[in-house]
T-cell receptor, first 114, second 110 residues
Framework: GAVVSQHPSWVICKSGTSVKIECRSL??????MFWYRQFPKQSLMLMAT?????????EQGVEKDKFLINHASLTLSTLTVTSAHPEDSSFYIC??????????FGPGTRLTVL | RKEVEQDPGPFNVPEGATVAFNCTYS??????FFWYRQDCRKEPKLLMS???SGNEDGRFTAQLNRASQYISLLIRDSKLSDSATYLC???????????FGSGTRLSIRP
């Protein structure tokens, strides 16, 4: 199947700093990428849908000024958590759509904000 | 009501047992259905798509009941390696969004 990478795989940062997470589709072009957040023992919650060359569509309750998404190319989308706080600590997972339905997930980024 | 609902479990069954999960969805216009598997601290991985006619892949059988708006996953002859969280995933009428259920935790004991 298609491969999606994320970088970094984990990050620890101080409260107030910004963290950038990269999501890359390695062997296919993805016009649409998705960003999810997962808290312990909970399911994935869609944060935003990222379309190449256009603004991301955010889900209700997700602050677009706090979670900046850039999808500048068909193989790269970035999520920047600005002024991160401890409550932003979570597992962030991206996915890229390869066909009509199939989505391939990145390995996730575990963010811990101290 | 949640768009996709699953029994969170945990299901704790002995190796070799047969176990079944159900998942209900609220949007009757939903078009595509999947089961994903997620291991602890890992990303979800597609286990199988669910077709209207039902489908089987080895020990795994998935079925769709549109009238009652539920999908099911049956695991036969369960293995220790089947221990994971199983996520029910539904794509609605929108082409760009899929909805995850909260997952059902399965633990297989020796």
């Amino acid at each position: 199947g298609a491969v999606v990478s994320q970088h970094p795989s984990w990050v620890i940062c101080k409260s107030g700093t910004s963290v950038k997470i990269e999501c890359r589709s390695l062997d296919f072009q993805a016009t649409t990428m998705f960003w999810y957040r997962q808290f312990p023992k909970q399911s994935l919650m869609l944060m935003a849908t990222s379309n190449e060359g256009s603004k991301a569509t955010y889900e209700q309750g997700v602050e677009k000024d706090k979670f900046l998404i850039n999808h500048a190319s068909l193989t790269l989308s970035t999520l920047t958590v600005t002024s991160a706080h401890p409550e932003d600590s979570s597992f962030y997972i991206c996915s890229a759509r390869a066909g009509v339905d199939e989505q391939f997930f990145g390995p996730g980024t575990r963010l811990t904000v101290l | 009501r949640k768009e996709v609902e699953q029994d969170p479990g945990p299901f704790n069954v002995p190796e070799g047992a047969t176990v079944a999960f159900n998942c209900t969805y609220s949007n009757s216009a939903s078009q595509s259905f999947f089961w994903y598997r997620q291991d602890c601290r890992k990303e979800p991985k597609l286990l199988m798509s669910v077709y209207s006619s039902g489908n089987e892949d080895g020990r795994f059988t998935a079925q769709l009941n549109r009238a009652s708006q539920y999908i099911s996953l049956l695991i036969r002859d369960s293995k220790l390696s089947d221990s994971a969280t199983y996520l029910c995933v539904v794509r609605g009428s929108s082409a760009s969004k899929i909805i995850f259920g909260s997952g059902t935790r399965l633990s297989i004991r020796p």
